[in-house]
């Protein structure tokens, strides 16, 4: 499975959430928007440990992009399918030799950005948003709150997925 997966596009995609945040809650975007929505105030902004919020961000948003592979790299499933099978990373082995002919014939099947972007907005649309949704609902917070997150998690996934799908070994 290390082949196929490009480390260095993981730990890339992990930025972009902290980077579309920037540009998502600037005031002259979503910033004023969503602060009326949650109720916060720019003296609660300002007396935040940024340097904490910004670590814990990246180290979550890694885990984001690890937890995308799968969804945006359909080859992974054929080792969640095998690894029970013995001499599976065996390459010499008949199933080692399988997977090396099914990566040689499908390796690159669907390793596209634009189709990685696609699972980017469906994970949004169908389990962050829902996710969101739920928590906002149990705070009472309103469709315009739950909206303004979604529409970051859809850019973020979609751009963690496209560079995730995309950016090949």
Do not use: C
């Not at 916060?40 to 440990?49: A, L, M, R, V």
């Not at 499933?77 to 990373?89: D, K, M, Q, Y």
Request: hydrophobic share 55%.
């Amino acid at each position: 499975m290390g082949n196929m997966i490009n480390w260095i596009a993981v730990l890339s995609a992990s930025v972009i959430p902290l980077v579309v945040g920037a540009i998502w809650y600037n005031p002259k975007v979503m910033g004023n928007a969503w602060m009326k929505a949650s109720g916060t105030t720019q003296e609660q902004i300002e007396g935040s440990n940024m340097a904490l919020i910004f670590g814990l961000t990246w180290l979550m948003s890694l885990f984001i992009s690890a937890a995308l592979i799968p969804m945006v790299i359909h080859q992974a499933h054929i080792f969640s399918t095998l690894v029970n099978e013995p001499g599976v990373r065996d390459a010499g082995s008949p199933i080692g030799k399988y997977i090396a002919a099914f990566f040689a014939k499908y390796g690159n099947n669907f390793r596209t950005f634009k189709h990685g972007a696609f699972h980017g907005v469906v994970g949004a649309l169908l389990f962050a948003t829902p996710i969101i949704a739920i928590n906002a609902l149990f705070e009472r917070k309103g469709w315009k709150y739950i909206l303004i997150h979604a529409g970051y998690w859809a850019i973020s996934l979609a751009l963690m997925g496209g560079l995730i799908s995309g950016w090949k070994p």
